[in-house]
């Protein structure tokens, strides 16, 4: 018997080799995968960490910018309170001292609205 390139003998030895080759590049690949898989994980993990701690950071800031707004719109309500107070006075004293003029200011304020409502008919 010939025991050459083309016995079956060969073959067989062949086809074994290249059966066990596949296995192992399946085999790697699969392993290969795994560890793919498991670094994507962990990026998206990491990624969600980064992300929440970003919102944080976001929702932090907005909050003292809320804060800030408010103590500044409370400061300037109060400003106007203490205004209103003043100019309110200070129309209560003019009328106190001069009514004849408060009484003539105002007649003419009411004949200015009444002709403005009266034009708009």
């Known amino acids: ?19 066990s080759s596949i296995e192992e590049r399946i085999e790697a690949l699969r392993a290969e ?8 994980a962990d990026r998206g993990q990491d990624a969600g960490k980064s992300i929440r701690a970003k919102a944080h ?23 106007l309170r203490r205004a209103s107070l003043r100019t309110g006075r200070e129309v209560s004293k003019t009328v106190r001292e001069n009514p004849l003029i408060a009484v003539g200011a105002a007649a003419a304020f009411g004949l200015i609205v009444a002709s403005l409502l009266s034009s708009r008919r």
Do not use: I, P
């Open 57 to 79: 950071v976001a929702r932090e800031r907005a909050q003292e910018g809320v804060e800030d707004l408010l103590e500044t719109s409370e400061a300037m309500l109060r400003e």
């Open 1 to 19: 018997m010939a025991t050459g390139l083309f016995s079956s003998s060969s073959k067989k030895h062949n086809g074994a080799h290249l059966q």
């Open 33 to 40: 995968l795994s560890t793919l898989t498991d670094e994507l």
